[in-house]
């Protein structure tokens, strides 16, 4: 009785000092996050003011529509929604079906592939980039949403590759037999049969691929000229051109929209990301 006692009050001393030092690293987590609410409330006089005030005595609501009035926001919003959307649907696509050849194709060779196609992982994005710009210009597409969308349906990445054949491999091989016994083809069984059962990988690479592209600055700074074609990233840099590092609690009240889907997504989605990143290291 005292040995199970003792256990007893071990774990839950344990388990008391786990969840604070979770709630602690929660709140150092989301400071950034409310100082930034805090700033898009508050007057410019305000946002100087030292010792600072966390919480504003009048909120200014109207910091809202002056930001995204300013510059035309909506413009910005509907071309990151287009690159954001038409680029996701490309890697799910195409990352889908390179994976199950991966996962599920029997070939010479293939291991070998497969650990190349790995490595590239390990290429810095900078020594690509001279050679794929000239790429891009020679074929006519710089100052497009080409450069941004299309090469998603070539393969849709290294990592997304790999996090989907993780996810095919933990659905036994007898399930390919048993559908290929009733007439299926490899296509159909990839399309029928597999795809329907890594609902939570294909959720997890649409909230991955959803971010990066949505907070992506650097491909439309590099592909986009026309003002008339920037995205959000690009507006908040001009927003900040234009008004100087003065305006702080406008740039913090467009940052605060702007950061608004990708906060929804995943709180939305968190259940499917959590369960993806959880199954991908079942089987290797």
Do not use: H
């Amino acid at each position: 009785m005292r040995r199970s006692r003792k256990r007893l009050i071990v774990e839950t001393g344990i388990r008391c000092l786990l969840y604070i030092t979770l709630i602690l690293t929660s709140i150092i987590i989301l400071i950034p996050l409310f100082w930034m609410v805090s700033t898009a409330l508050k007057n410019l006089d305000e946002v100087f003011i030292f010792p600072p005030e966390w919480i504003p005595k009048s909120p200014v609501w109207s910091n809202f529509k002056e930001a995204l009035t300013f510059l035309p926001f909506g413009l910005f919003f509907k071309n990151t929604t287009v690159i954001t959307f038409s680029t996701m649907l490309g890697q799910i696509l195409s990352a889908s079906l390179v994976a199950y050849g991966f996962a599920r194709l029997r070939a010479r060779g293939r291991d070998l592939l497969f650990m190349l196609v790995l490595a590239t992982m390990m290429i810095p994005s900078q020594v690509t980039m001279i050679p794929t710009f000239i790429l891009f210009s020679l074929l006519g597409w710089v100052n497009t949403f080409k450069p941004l969308i299309i090469p998603s349906y070539f393969g849709g990445g290294a990592f997304f590759i790999f996090l989907l054949r993780q996810f095919y491999m933990t659905i036994p091989l007898e399930l390919d037999d048993a559908a290929r016994i009733d007439g299926c083809g490899y296509f159909d069984i990839y399309w029928r049969i597999l795809l329907p059962l890594i609902k939570p990988g294909l959720a997890t690479v649409a909230i991955f691929s959803f971010m990066w592209t949505w907070n992506d600055f650097m491909g439309p700074l590099i592909y986009l000229n026309s003002f008339e074609k920037l995205t959000i990233a690009l507006g908040l840099s001009r927003f900040t051109g234009m008004y100087g590092m003065s305006a702080w609690n406008l740039l913090m009240a467009a940052s605060l929209v702007a950061t608004l889907p990708c906060l929804l997504l995943f709180f939305f989605a968190q259940k499917y990301f959590i369960q993806g990143v959880v199954i991908t290291g079942l089987k290797g």
